[in-house]
């Protein structure tokens, strides 16, 4: 991972922390995973497996840090690898679908699968405070929303200072648009 990517994932995943601190919870203690969010775009905007590894591995330590729930921390370090390397194979079937969609797709299915993995192991680790398909369909699925909404709007929003940064970057070394002759 180069250091412009490597710089990139820390402040997403920086912002994903604070907003996963910040937010309330929803019911039951549980709260939508703004981390999860910030994870799915650094995942999309193109990373190897060794770079989801290390993403879903500091993404799990991050959240673990935040949770609230009871065995959240053990839930938190084995679903965010897991829904990293989920993100990873989804993008790569989707990387021929226009990506307003791709970015749709792969934020709805993985706050889905992140939940629930999430869920499945804490049911092992702690117990559950309520049923597991009544806490997918009271916390899960709407926070797939809200994480489809924010992937959404931010991805774009992303790419383009990226964007800006490399023609920037490109145009300080002497390169096309650069001031030196």
Same mark, same amino acid.
């Given at each position: 991972? /180069? ?5 990139? #994932?820390? =402040? ?19 709260? &939508? ?14 990373? /190897? &497996?060794?770079?989801?590894? #290390? ?8 959240? #673990? ?10 839930? /938190?370090?084995?679903?965010?690898p897991v ?28 706050? =889905? ?23 997918? =369909?009271?916390?899960?699925? &709407? ?12 991805? &774009? ?7 800006? /940064? ?9 390169g096309p ?5």
């Amino acid at each position: 991972m /180069n250091l412009r990517k490597l710089l990139t #994932a820390a =402040l997403l995943l920086g912002l994903g922390l604070v907003l996963h601190g910040l937010t309330p919870p929803i019911l039951l203690g549980m709260r &939508p995973d703004f981390l999860l969010a910030m994870m799915f775009m650094v995942i999309i905007s193109g990373t /190897n &497996p060794m770079e989801t590894l #290390a993403v879903g591995l500091l993404s799990g330590i991050l959240t #673990a840090l935040t949770t609230t729930f009871p065995g959240g921390q053990i839930g /938190n370090m084995i679903d965010k690898p897991v829904t990293a390397f989920f993100t990873l194979g989804l993008c790569l079937l989707l990387r021929r679908v226009h990506p307003v969609v791709k970015v749709l797709v792969v934020a709805f299915s993985g706050t =889905l699968v992140s939940g629930a993995v999430f869920l499945g192991s804490a049911a092992l680790v702690a117990g559950l405070p309520g049923s597991f398909g009544g806490l997918i =369909l009271a916390v899960v699925l &709407p926070a797939a929303v809200v994480n489809s909404a924010t992937v959404s709007v931010l991805y &774009p929003v992303m790419r383009k200072v990226l964007e800006r /940064n490399q023609d920037k970057a490109a145009g300080a070394d002497g390169g096309p648009g650069g001031l030196r002759p």
